[in-house]
């Protein structure tokens, strides 16, 4: 399965940093940029959430909140969001039910080799919890910057 722009977002409630849960029925009335990553304090995993980290202040003033999802368990997660003071939720998909009902869950391939991997993509959901906008094979550099266009483009 995967998401499809003007239908209503798969459900999402998952166990979080700091022994919280994330629900978007919860986030409802707020836009969210739900995004997915493969494997948290990784190169480009921390490159991109260190770029929504520096521009936090700018989401939270167009009204969105940042969830990244990965399957890492929650452990990995407090010291990844620890080490370097991400300031919005990390939600652990351990099962990978989530990154299936979003399409996320791809074969993928390194130097030969393939494998079962979350292909790294951002997702935007408006206040009534409908899909506007989806970024698929996201890299890295300046895509916090259109996500946050985006956003704004929203209100």
Do not use: N
């Not at 739900?34 to 202040?57: H, M, N, R």
């Not at 909140?65 to 300031?87: H, N, R, T």
């Amino acid at each position: 399965m995967s998401v499809t722009i003007g239908e209503p977002a798969p459900e999402v409630t998952l166990p979080t940093d700091g022994g919280g849960q994330v629900s978007l029925p919860d986030l409802k009335g707020k836009t969210v940029v739900l995004y997915f990553y493969p494997k948290a304090d990784t190169s480009g995993c921390t490159k991109q959430a260190v770029a929504f980290q520096e521009a936090i202040a700018d989401f939270e003033a167009a009204g969105a909140v940042i969830v990244g999802v990965s399957k890492d368990p929650v452990a990995k997660l407090d010291k990844f969001k620890a080490k370097y003071e991400l300031p919005f939720t990390l939600a652990s998909d351990a099962e990978g039910d989530v990154c299936e009902r979003y399409g996320v869950w791809k074969e993928k391939s390194m130097y030969g080799k393939t494998y079962m991997g979350i292909e790294r993509t951002t997702v935007l959901i408006d206040g009534t919890g409908v899909v506007r906008q989806v970024w698929p094979k996201v890299k890295v550099p300046g895509h916090a910057a259109k996500v946050l266009d985006a956003v704004r483009g929203l209100a």
